[in-house]
């Protein structure tokens, strides 16, 4: 009997054992898994965190864009008489039309300016993009712009962005009745004197009487040695030929000996100057400065001087520069240009359309961008990101 007993005895003490180290082994595994929720969950915690942080870190680099293209302007009481616009919104999320008034380098740097000012926008503000030019040439210009512009108010978009052919008077009614249906309208491109109308939002240029006064300025200084004999070649008669003209003129008034003796119209266009600048080299062989009044038509008379063997004869000045004036005047084919900020008044645009719109605060209504003389002291350090589009 008393050996049942013991033998009874042990069994149990021994499935005690088992029990108490069942227990163990068991609490032992649920401080691992704890110990691995844990630390999993620390690691997500840290990615989270990590994400968070490059997501700002990109949204300030995003912002600095724009905040650093906005020092670039001068808010200016210019055009104090105007007032007829929408009150400022605060949407978060709208469409832009922007209708410039033909092809060109000028218009497509503005367009990659507003681009890059889109993908600037903090997060939380979104802006749809409908960029519409018109086909037509000549006097239909104009009227097409009006047609794309009024289907826009019918459709119901939200901001239109443009720069009109020459002054905007044609534009005053659909500028109205875009204001009545409390649609701002942004101007860009246009000399503030020649703003005709009091339905403008805000517009974002500069002048061009005193961005062309830098270059004829820069040339009276750097040429002052020289007896010049100079040749204008401009665009169409109309107000862009004649202040770029009028500007050129006011800045190399303090030159001692100058004369214009010959004005061309290139129509804006590089082979078209190249031409003109072919038969100015026969008709007045004594010319010794070229002023363009846009790059492109320097460039195409710098290209007939070139092929002249005349390089070192005639200096080329240009206007409104692109990155190929750029790389000319590096080269020495042209010796001087002027920067009017392209692609930062498109990037700033967008920074004001946030302001006015999506923020609510009310913007001045002229922002002058400050011309940036360049020529062959200072062209090496021009920051060619500024001019490139693709």
């Not at 003490?13 to 595994?29: A, L, R």
């Not at 912002?63 to 055009?79: N, R």
Request: include cysteine; charged fraction near 25%; glycine fraction near 8%.
């Amino acid at each position: 009997m008393k050996k049942v007993i013991l033998f009874v005895l042990c069994v149990l003490t021994i499935s005690m054992m088992f029990v108490f180290t069942g227990c163990e082994v068991t609490q032992e595994s649920g401080e691992e898994t704890t110990s691995a929720q844990t630390d999993e969950a620390n690691e997500q915690a840290s990615a989270q965190t990590d994400g968070v942080t490059e997501q700002a870190s990109a949204s300030a680099e995003d912002s600095s864009l724009l905040d650093t293209v906005a020092e670039l302007f001068a808010p200016s009481d210019y055009m104090t008489l105007k007032g007829d616009e929408p009150a400022p919104t605060t949407k978060k999320s709208i469409k832009v039309g922007v209708v410039p008034p033909v092809a060109g380098v000028y218009h497509t740097t503005f367009k990659v300016g507003f681009e890059e000012g889109i993908a600037a926008l903090p997060e939380g503000y979104d802006i749809e993009l409908i960029y519409q030019m018109p086909t037509s040439t000549g006097n239909q210009t104009t009227t097409e712009m009006i047609d794309i512009m009024e289907n826009w108010i019918n459709q119901g978009i939200d901001v239109i962005v443009t720069c009109p052919v020459a002054d905007d008077a044609a534009l005053e009614s659909v500028f109205k009745s875009a204001v009545e249906s409390g649609i701002p309208v942004f101007e860009y491109g246009i000399d503030p004197e020649m703003v005709a109308n009091d339905y403008v939002t805000c517009l974002v240029s500069y002048y061009e009487r005193a961005s062309a006064k830098t270059v004829g300025a820069w040339a009276a200084e750097t040429y002052k040695d020289m007896d010049l004999k100079i040749a204008f070649i401009g665009g169409p008669e109309g107000p862009y030929t004649t202040l770029r003209g009028d500007g050129f003129l006011e800045g190399i008034a303090s030159h001692p000996s100058y004369e214009v003796v010959a004005k061309q119209s290139g129509e804006w266009d590089r082979e078209t100057s190249y031409n003109v600048m072919q038969n100015l080299l026969v008709s007045n062989p004594e010319i010794n400065m070229i002023f363009g009044m846009y790059d492109d038509m320097s460039l195409g008379a710098a290209s007939a001087i070139r092929e002249a063997g005349l390089e070192d004869d005639i200096i080329v000045l240009g206007y409104d520069t692109n990155i190929e004036g750029l790389g000319a005047v590096r080269e020495g084919t042209m010796q001087c240009t002027v920067y009017n900020g392209t692609k930062e008044t498109g990037q700033y645009i967008v920074n004001l359309i946030k302001e006015y719109v999506m923020d609510g605060i009310q913007i001045e209504k002229l922002y002058e961008f400050v011309p940036e003389c360049i020529n062959v002291d200072n062209a090496d350090d021009f920051d060619e990101n500024r001019l490139k589009i693709d």
